[in-house]
């Protein structure tokens, strides 16, 4: 499904280019649940982000279904983020001011969507996260395991093809942690892609495929 | 995104600042407001100044001793130097002219009235019998002067309400004698009081025939003649009649002017407007004040939060869309904070409307258009810079912001 040939990501720092991803290449067939590991710097959440297409990488090709997306324009790349990848962080990212409902609703209401649509699709999504009963609380009214549930809704709710999880246990205890990534595995059911990034070896060890990294380079691809 | 859910998210973005919002409303608002009023009053004034000279009659023509070479409010007027005088003979002879219908010299001056022990200064107008009808006054009680012939003088007079109050007190002022300076007069009316009409107080006068007052001033000098022309149509040829008349007894110098009503509103509105717009232009900084005050607000909440824009990006959000959201915010702090002005600026003029009633206060309508096409236009302007820095942040970077 995607190909990153030959990606490399540079950073300037002062006088001094740091190479984040250095030649990487990778396949990525869709379905796959993948875990990427490593030392903080090792270019871990720079790859993800290059694979959500958040980043830009300095050169090489990001081909999706034989498509070349490094040469999509900035609003194509909105759209394309939008209608295939649903992004989870390890600070959950909720806007404050709004509730759960509606935080879930926000790729929704960023892609144009009818309100009525919108909230059936919020309600089915709440009810198989169990969380009807919170679907009116702010996210600071919420625990840190609620929070996370509310952003992988948020993440899923256009059913996108490849769920990007960068920490998302970093911020939770053992339990809730444990919890967050039972629903994320959940999802793996629907033939969706899910990736993590994590530095807790118990959790990258559920993944089929583990990649490590060191230095910007995958060192070992298993 | 949908026109309403940009709506309602920018909305709730606002009041999740309260305090800051209702001070960039206030702000905004005071702007509008003071654009509001001060034009409001700017063309109040003007409405008092038009409904004073309407007052004066509309076929009114006025002939003052002295030339100017410009339209409208006569040097003379206020200086009062006359090259030569205009006499009675030169009014009379107006009357030759098909197209005036009635005609009221005018002398004026001052002396002290007296009756009995009371005595007072008071302003003299000697005039005739037209002048009541010309004015457009009324009588309290009694009658005007009487119908008579120009040059004649007659001990008669009539009297303001103040000086009958002043002078006469309780007493039954009609068929007393006043003294005036030297001359003796009987009372035979008074006038109803008017006000301050187009410059005469009407209630502090004593008015006498033209010839009696001519005769008390030891002058041959007219102050000025006003001339009722028999139809509006008629002004023009009323005017040129005039000047001719006076041109040829004046040995062929013309040294008269003839104003008349439309030529001093004229005036008086063109110098109103420009107060008024002179006004409303320093309010007007005041609203560019206020739309700095936005984007400063706009660029501290960028800054704020940048982490949700990060976010935005993430979810699927365009440039183009993080971009409408941040001007939608500066536009409707604008408008609501122009609306608000505007209804305080309506609530202000209604309130100075109490306090002084004579004036007309409501605000012109292309007032209330402009202040809200500025306040539009300030949050467009001013709203740009931050919504473009908000849709170029990159998505990692204001991911991770703190």
């Not at chain 2, 500025?374 to 001013?382: E, H, K």
């Amino acid at each position: 499904m995607i190909h990153l040939d030959n990606i490399s990501r540079h950073f300037q720092v002062g006088d001094q280019v740091v190479k984040a991803l250095d030649n990487i290449q990778l396949t990525i067939n869709a379905g796959e649940y993948i875990s990427i590991m490593g030392p903080s710097g090792s270019g871990k959440s720079t790859l993800l982000n290059i694979i959500g297409l958040l980043d830009e990488p300095t050169s090489g090709d990001y081909i999706f279904e034989n498509r070349n997306i490094t040469q999509f324009s900035e609003s194509e790349l909105a759209d394309f983020r939008r209608d295939n990848i649903g992004f989870v962080f390890q600070f959950f990212h909720l806007v404050p001011r709004l509730s759960t409902a509606e935080n879930i609703e926000l790729p929704m209401v960023l892609a144009g969507i009818a309100p009525e649509v919108r909230a059936k699709k919020v309600y089915e999504i709440l009810e198989s996260l169990d969380l009807q009963d919170r679907a009116h609380h702010r996210p600071n009214q919420l625990s840190g395991g609620q929070r996370q549930r509310v952003a992988i809704a948020r993440a899923t709710v256009l059913k996108p093809r490849i769920i990007l999880a960068d920490e998302p246990t970093g911020n939770l205890d053992r339990h809730s942690g444990s919890d967050v990534i039972e629903v994320l595995e959940s999802f793996l059911q629907q033939k969706i892609t899910l990736i993590t990034v994590t530095h807790d070896p118990d959790i990258g060890s559920r993944a089929k495929r583990k990649i490590k990294m060191v230095d910007g380079c995958i060192v070992s691809d298993e | 995104m949908r026109i309403s859910d940009i709506l309602k998210y920018t909305f709730r973005a606002l009041i999740s600042h309260k305090l800051r919002t209702a001070l960039i409303l206030l702000a905004m608002s005071i702007g509008v407001a003071s654009v509001t009023i001060l034009t409001a009053l700017g063309s109040g004034a003007k409405i008092y100044i038009i409904d004073q000279f309407a007052s004066l009659g509309t076929h009114l023509l006025i002939v003052l001793p002295g030339r100017v070479e410009t339209s409208g409010f006569a040097a003379s007027l206020v200086i009062g130097k006359t090259p030569r005088d205009l006499t009675l003979q030169d009014a009379k002879s107006l009357l030759q002219s098909p197209a005036i219908k009635r005609i009221a010299p005018i002398s004026l001056g001052v002396a002290n009235v007296s009756w009995k022990q009371l005595e007072r200064e008071v302003p003299i107008i000697g005039s005739t019998h037209n002048l009541l009808a010309i004015r457009h006054w009324e009588m309290l009680q009694g009658q005007f002067l009487p119908e008579m012939d120009i040059d004649t003088s007659s001990p008669v007079c009539v009297i303001g309400h103040k000086v009958r109050d002043e002078i006469f007190g309780h007493h039954q002022a009609r068929g007393e004698w006043l003294r005036l300076g030297e001359y003796r007069c009987r009372v035979i009316g008074t006038l109803k009081s008017e006000g301050h009409s187009v410059g005469v107080n009407t209630e502090d006068l004593v008015i006498v025939p033209v010839a009696s007052a001519l005769g008390m001033f030891n002058s041959p000098s007219l102050f000025r003649i006003m001339v009722e022309a028999k139809s509006r149509e008629l002004m023009d040829q009323a005017g040129e009649d005039i000047l001719e008349i006076i041109k040829k007894r004046h040995h062929n110098n013309l040294d008269v002017t003839v104003i008349t009503q439309d030529a001093v509103l004229g005036t008086f509105d063109k110098i109103l407007t420009a107060i008024t717009l002179a006004v409303a232009g320093i309010a007007a900084i005041s609203l560019a004040v206020a739309g700095l005050l936005i984007m400063n607000v706009m660029l501290i909440s960028v800054s704020q939060r940048t982490r949700e824009i990060g976010l935005l990006k993430a979810l699927g959000a365009p440039q183009k869309s993080i971009r409408l959201l941040f001007l939608y915010e500066a536009i409707m702090l604008a408008i609501t904070g122009g609306i608000l002005g505007i209804m305080i600026g309506y609530a202000a003029a209604w309130f100075i409307e109490q306090i002084y009633p004579v004036l007309e206060v409501s605000p012109p309508l292309w007032a209330i258009y402009l202040a809200l096409l500025t306040a539009l236009c300030t949050g467009l302007f001013f709203g740009t810079l931050p919504a473009r820095k908000a849709a170029r942040l990159d998505p990692v970077v204001a991911l991770t912001h703190h």
